[in-house]
């Protein structure tokens, strides 16, 4: 009897695909499996942040076999139950059709992932490349499994008073309503691993989210039985103080090394996402080497052989300094275990051996416990070469063994539907599964009126997100919220601004000439209107003082209809606002932008960058200025930032808008078709698009670093190790 001839029976089936397909994060990617959950209920899909478990959760038996009875939908949920099935069977992937037969198996360690929005990690860039990385490495098939920690209440939730002033909220995640599954020995009882904590172990349980094929394994130090200091440990991502932080770096590092021992996983590779993991390096020579009782300064070369290593930052907060008191009380018994010298440690996380004050700086560990090290584009390759000279003083600044591999963003996961819709027709529905800059040369031939109904559209869509944000931010604050239902024009060009509110990121650089920008905004022929979005650190004053000023202008009735903030930046509104912008904006003091991705995300839908030759920018501009219609602008400035140099940036990027940027999107044909700029749009995807994603990020990880690094036995060989790394190692 089929499944339509016994209802109860369909319903069970249909029930059994929805939990099936709930339980994978593919669905963040898979627009399909996404469209069904969103059809099982809209408004419950979007209060629980897009989770598919408490989806089902709240539905409910009742309304799941009201559903059953659509049989279009039951069938939708089979068909994509298979496919879901199909994809991580695998077959056919890249990495199996150029490295069959290879014993690779990459752990990549993170104190960050943004895979999804209800799943929150993360903070910002670094979390959001972390979580593209593992989607990339599952659609391409390369062997990777993921170790991160699970924060109770992960990084803060934003809201901005009347004043401006930001509000931080810290609602606690319920894990057990999470794609999450808790990680079990046979008999049931918790996998359980041990790390050290002062003068005892401490214990933390593990969790896994599937994403696609790749599984991300979270530690979670919120163990009921455990005592409060232990219990904290996972509570918030980068909320703590250095001991706190401290903490969290030895549950990652050594925690999550332990974890895959227990789970019986065997890396062959380990890959460090910023020196927060570095610890991983360490627990890594103690596993091999075992009860050997080997010092470790001298062991710890042959294991950095199979160990790569991602710095992100040359800005100094981002990196990691310990005092060597605080992690003599932490990891001295650890250590001795391992019978190294306590000095020979401390050593590894100083510059100079002998500066008893020196605190442990946990890049230098980083950099010493790996082979292959890189930064996250061209030029942060070459500020690192520079900024850690002193680790290798026999090597001229060129010779000293960190490259780069230049970040970028999956495809899949910010493409809009309307321009993934435009990619099926003239790229190939390809487009998604793997980057071939040939392929990619057919964006040449899309003709203007379409490309501009889909820029129009996805301006339009994010118009309409912005005012139901605004209107729920002011209700939210008690405030009259009438005028925010029209703010904004879905015909006028709109450029948005949204990203941490870090002081190097000059987020009020336009405000520093009140009148000139309240005309740009204010014309009455050629208008140009604003979005802003973005978190100021909790302890960050001076970024929260720049947030103040975006929120006194967003609040300004002369402005407020052409100059909106928006709350709560996160991957849900990063999405609308990448969709929907015509331009995107970056102006950071260089070089403290170490890639930037966002601007990727834009670039993927057809948006045009405006910003700091900077980052990935530098090498985006470097590379294709040359055209008639290039894919963007640049706001020219010297190579390092000096005191003085904001001005001039504000007026140089004051020009550009003025006679630029404003002029080309208001140069229209008879059709009212913006020729040039959409000249530029092409340009973008033809030129951009297929190298500044994750795809061919990894692969460069795979062929040049994971595949390469280490003598482990049985390691086949990469082949056409890209030119871009070979400085490293
Ligand atoms: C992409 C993204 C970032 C990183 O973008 P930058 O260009 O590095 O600022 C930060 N936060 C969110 C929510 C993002 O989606």
Redesign the pocket.
Known sequence: MSDSENPALGHARFRENLEFLSRNLRFSWHKPTWDLFARLDPAVWRRTQHNPVCLLQELGEAALEERAQDSMLVAVAAELAEALRAYLEGGGTWFERTHAGSDLLVAYFSAEF?VTECLHI????L???AGDHLKSASDLGVPLVAVGLLYREGYFEQQVDAAGVQREAYPAMEFERLPLTLEQHANGTPLLVPFPFRDHQGLARVWRADVGRVPLYLLDTDLPARPPEERRITDRLYGGDAEHRLQQEIVLGIGGMRALAALGIAPTTIHLNEGHAAFAGVERVQQATGAEHTALAETAGRFAQDVVFTTHTPVPAGHDFFPAELLKRYLGGYVWEMGAPWERFLALGRHDGTDECESFNMTLLALRLSSRRNGVSRLHGEVSRRMWRGVWDDLEEPEVPIGHITNG?HLATWVAPPMAALYDRHIGREWRDETDQVRWQRAAHVLGHELWAVRSAQRARLIEVARRELTEQLRRRGEPADWACDVLDPDVLTIVY???FATY?RATLLLSQPERLRRLLTSWDRPVQFIFA?KAHPRDEPGKENLRQIHAWSSDPRVRRHFVFLEG???E???SL?SGADVWL?VPRRPY?A???????AAANGALNLSIPD?WWAEAWAEHNHLAEPPGWSIEAPQHWAEGQDEEDANALFELLEHDVIPLFYERDLRAIPNRWCERMRATMRELVPFFNTHRMVQQYTEAFYLRAGGMPGRTHAHGASEEVAAAG
Do not use: I, P, Q
Not at 122 to 125: D, L, V
Not at 595 to 601: N, Y
């Open positions: 943004a993360f903070s910002g860039g979390g959001v490349l963003v949204a990203r941490r990121k973005g930046y996160d991957v509104l990063a999405r990448v970056n932008e890639s930037g991705t966002s601007g990727m995300k980052g």
